[in-house]
């Protein structure tokens, strides 16, 4: 293990030293709590040892708050002198792994040391099987076996394995958010800090304070330090979601941050080290803002190592019946009507439907399909009136779900016939009318009933 110890006495110094190092621990030392610190960030270690009182600016408490803000994984064993039992247990309510009092045996530590080393051991152990069980639930939690999501998940995973920034692109409602998810528990940072920010969200004039953080007294109003957003997410991942939408002062901020991977809080002088994964989502075309002037191509370039796009739902069809039946679920389950079905004329329309709002909308037609359904069987008439009208089947009142689907097979084969006969005609309805061996009059009323709208006006038909 690598073990930092912080020791003002020379004696004790060195003999912690060479207990360590004789039980095969690679050691790192100071003499005071400040060099202690500065050390720690440099090098991060697994365990501290450090005394309570030392000279200089600062403590062995000190020493203790540090190690936690910074690394709280790793272990902090405090020193006490004899009889100062209260300032330990203060330590340990603070964090402390254990103490010991001066003086001591070095077998005395050593076995706390072990101690703390079963515990890291466990830990880790525990760590390997949540991340086994989080990659089958975090993948499977994106519904879908279309060619299109096999191949996200496909890069999902491997962009998950880098550590580079990671821009999430698509339309709104298509599952950034939960792509984001995805990436962060099956990278390696996942079990630490993931911080979300919507930037569309944030107020300009608060940006800057959200995400950088401020000193005391860097404003009014400012009456003590506050961290920002990326320095909570220290050793973690952040997402900046709508980052489109960010502005261009944060932008040249947030650029320096990348590039120096430090970060200066309002007020401050002194640059902080950060160690953070970026993803970034948006459903802008960022292109077009940078012509636009409205996003820097640098941060574009910074921000966009690696790409992932998320697929609109109408070109992933085969999905729909399988998001569906997955809403379906957790809504009737939610709202207690287990059993429910949806009839397979209302899929059919919501197979047919080009979900604007990707799988959003399809979340709330279920929802609502749940809602508003008094028997078991969902139908057409309680879906959405823009599936309804896309779908372009009347509301045929159903007490039989087969009977609908029939109709509904019909209706979409009429239909079909109609536009064809209307596409090889150029869209002349006498031509169409002819060929299909109807009467004009009879061809427009279906067009009028089937939804399909009337390209030539009636000069040129
Ligand atoms: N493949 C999927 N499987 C299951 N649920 C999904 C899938 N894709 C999206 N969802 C669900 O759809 C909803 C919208 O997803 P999400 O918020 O991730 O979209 P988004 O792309 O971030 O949207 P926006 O651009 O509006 O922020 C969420 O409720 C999410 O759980
Ligand atoms: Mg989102």
Known sequence: MKILVIEDEPTVHLGLCNTLKSAGHQTGSATNAQDGIT??????????????????????????????EYAPRSGVIVITAYGNVKTAVEA???????????????????????????????????????????????????????????????????????????????????????????????????????????????????????LFGYEKGAFTGASTRRKGKLEAAQGGTVLLDEIGDMPLMIQAKLLRVIEERTLERLGGNDPVAIDIRLICATSKNLKEAITDGTFRKDLYYRINVVPVMVPALRERRQDIYLLASFFLELFSARSAKPGLTVAPSAMAALERYNFPGNVRELRHAIEMGVALCPGDIITMQHL?????????????????????????KLRRLERDEILLALEETGGKKSLAAEQLGICRRTLWKKMRDLGIPNLLPEEDD
Do not use: W
């Open 39 to 68: 050390l720690f960030r440099s090098e991060q270690y697994d365990l501290v040892i450090t005394d309570l009182v030392m000279p200089g600016k600062g403590n062995g408490m000190d020493v203790l708050s540090a190690v936690k």
């Open 384 to 408: 959405p009136a823009e599936i309804r009208e896309f779908s372009a089947v009347d509301d045929i009142s159903t007490a039989n779900g087969g009977a609908t689907f029939l109709m509904d």
């Open 92 to 210: 340990m309510r603070r964090g402390a792994f254990d103490y010991v009092t001066k003086p001591f045996e070095p077998d005395e530590l050593l076995i706390i040391i072990s101690k703390f080393s079963l515990q890291i051991k466990l830990e880790h152990e525990n760590s390997l099987l949540r991340e086994e069980v989080q990659e089958k639930r975090h993948v499977k939690n994106l519904i879908g076996e279309s060619p299109a999501i096999l191949k996200l998940r496909d890069t999902i995973r491997a962009v998950a394995g880098s550590d580079s920034s990671v821009l999430i692109l698509g339309d709104t409602g298509t599952g950034k958010e939960l792509v984001a998810n995805a990436i962060c528990s099956l990278s390696s940072r996942t079990g630490k800090p993931f911080v979300k920010i919507n930037c569309a969200a944030v107020p300009e004039t608060l940006f800057e304070s959200e």
